[in-house]
T-cell receptor, first 114, second 116 residues
Framework: AQSVTQLDSQVPVFEEAPVELRCNYS??????LFWYVQYPNQGLQLLLK??????LVKGINGFEAEFNKSQTSFHLRKPSVHISDTAEYFCAVLSSGGSYIPTFGRGTSLIVHP | GAVVSQHPSRVICKSGTSVKIECRSLDFQATTMFWYRQFPKKSLMLMATSNEGSKATYEQGVEKDKFLINHASLTLSTLTVTSAHPEDSSFYICSASRTSGADTQYFGPGTRLTVL
């Protein structure tokens, strides 16, 4: 079985400050990892994904994430946030083999203050 | 590329009526489509997975007779909420993948259903 834990339900931060949104997963097999962003009353948009290769993954809007197998983590980071980054962020894991149905975390609400 | 649309974006209906929500992949063929339900401040709850031409696979606790899913073509899936009740009010989101394997899901913009 696979699971995802997003440790912070809400992360407040000031504009231009750095931010890290945490994501830990559990799975008994190899995984694929995703971060999605959801703006109010909209669907989810893919920020970045890790399938294989380099453990540091760069995505859209200046976000990046690092896959750490030993710590089973895939934390999302941005060096300087903008007001427009205020949104809900979801981490998702998909295990290789099996049904290929992803599991989503409960989401982290990023709130950027001026 | 990889755009998914949903229609309608918002619907209000009376209790007891049925509502159909369409999910379309506009610029790619979607072998697999997923339907999610999202409650306020909550994560996504997967309702069912459908492969083109096959019956949908429902998650535990989801009533297949109430939430009818049809994936008639590689670009269209529909979710029909039959005999809707106020507790069915929610945000419904579909997503689509090109393959049935380990692939990226592309999400639609969601449909806000309000049952009076």
């Amino acid at each position: 079985a696979q699971s995802v834990t997003q440790l912070d339900s809400q992360v407040p931060v000031f504009e231009e400050a750095p931010v890290e949104l945490r994501c830990n997963y559990s799975s008994s097999v190899s995984v694929y990892l995703f971060w999605y962003v959801q703006y109010p009353n909209q669907g989810l948009q893919l920020l970045l994904k890790y399938l294989s290769g380099s453990t540091l993954v760069k995505g859209i809007n200046g976000f990046e994430a690092e896959f750490n197998k030993s710590q089973t983590s895939f934390h999302l980071r941005k060096p300087s946030v903008h007001i427009s980054d205020t949104a809900e962020y979801f981490c998702a894991v998909l295990s290789s083999g099996g049904s290929y149905i992803p599991t989503f975390g409960r989401g982290t609400s990023l709130i950027v203050h001026p | 590329g990889a755009v998914v649309s949903q229609h309608p974006s918002r619907v209000i209906c009376k209790s007891g009526t049925s509502v159909k929500i369409e999910c379309r992949s506009l610029d790619f063929q979607a072998t697999t489509m997923f339907w999610y339900r999202q409650f306020p401040k909550k994560s996504l709850m997967l309702m069912a997975t459908s492969n083109e031409g096959s019956k949908a696979t429902y998650e535990q606790g989801v009533e297949k007779d109430k939430f009818l899913i049809n994936h008639a073509s590689l670009t269209l899936s529909t979710l029909t909420v039959t005999s809707a009740h106020p507790e069915d009010s929610s945000f419904y989101i579909c997503s689509a993948s090109r393959t049935s394997g380990a692939d990226t899901q592309y999400f639609g913009p969601g449909t806000r259903l309000t049952v009076l």
